[in-house]
């Protein structure tokens, strides 16, 4: 079965007149298999976002392929979005909405029948507290809601962009759960962190970029054990 998500000399140089020129990705690989929680870890700066953005045809690169499902992309991208739910922004909620209206008006937008957003708001954890507005939502409920969006169309593959940014102890462990519910339905999940006890907790597997290059690659445990004391920054809980 072809991996979930293919990239292979990725390469994107950014020129501005005011930041000059900065190479963001030189050559990067990436191979997500099939219902894996993969966790795309690299400090700051290091070119996740460039590629997260990339992938989803928001950026153009300068060299490289890449593929998800099986197909190329930017050229399959009309074919494959549905397929693919993606929070690579901080989503902006409106704070009077209920997390109920909010994933209603979204469903409504993006085509979804109704019955999916009280499916997305099971899974997520938030059915019994969907009726709330958002401003009283916590960052971790917050986040969760905008993973809810993200599952509207049923996506095969799920990108998240630090999804577990900001949270405390107690938020990233629910975020682990629910990714863990979610892989076990047989989803694969992408997402990218700073933080490797972040990685450590949540991922099964893991590509650690820095300067815009893979440095390493395989089970989290594997690629952990080979690296530690190599200069990755450790921040657990
Ligand atoms: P962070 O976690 O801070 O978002 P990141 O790993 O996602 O970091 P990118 O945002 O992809 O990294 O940035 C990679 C490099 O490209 C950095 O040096 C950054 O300063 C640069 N960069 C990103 N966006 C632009 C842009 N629009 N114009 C110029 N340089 C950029």
């Known amino acids: ?14 020129r501005s007149r005011r930041r000059g020129t900065r190479r963001a990705l030189d050559g990067f690989d990436m191979v997500v298999e099939a ?66 209206d909010t994933l209603s008006l979204l469903a ?48 095969k593959l799920l990108i998240l962009d630090e999804p577990a940014n900001g949270l405390d102890p107690g938020g990233i462990r629910e975020m682990r759960s629910l990714m863990r519910d979610l892989a076990s339905s047989g989803m694969t999940v992408v997402l990218s962190s700073h933080i490797l006890g972040e990685v450590q907790l949540i991922c099964d597997s893991v590509t650690i970029i820095s300067l815009g290059r893979r440095v390493a690659a395989g089970p989290v445990a594997e690629v952990l054990a080979q690296h530690s004391g190599n200069g990755l920054r450790v921040r657990l809980e």
């Open 35 to 100: 219902g894996q929680v993969h966790g795309f870890l690299g400090p700051n700066g290091s070119g996740k976002t460039t590629t997260l953005r990339t992938l989803l045809g928001l950026i153009r690169p300068n060299g490289g392929r890449m593929a998800i499902l099986g197909q190329e992309v930017p050229a399959a991208l009309p074919t494959v979005a549905g397929q693919v739910g993606a929070i690579v922004e901080s989503p902006q909620f409106f704070p009077h909405f209920t997390a109920q």
């Open 1 to 14: 079965m072809a991996p979930v998500l293919e990239i292979e000399g990725l390469q994107k140089t950014y």
């Open 108 to 155: 409504g937008a993006g085509g979804v029948p109704q019955r999916r957003v009280a499916e997305v708001l099971e899974l997520v954890g938030l059915r019994e507290r969907a009726r709330e507005r958002v401003k009283a939502y916590s960052l971790g409920m917050k986040q969760r809601l905008a993973v809810a969006s993200a599952l509207l169309k049923d996506p």
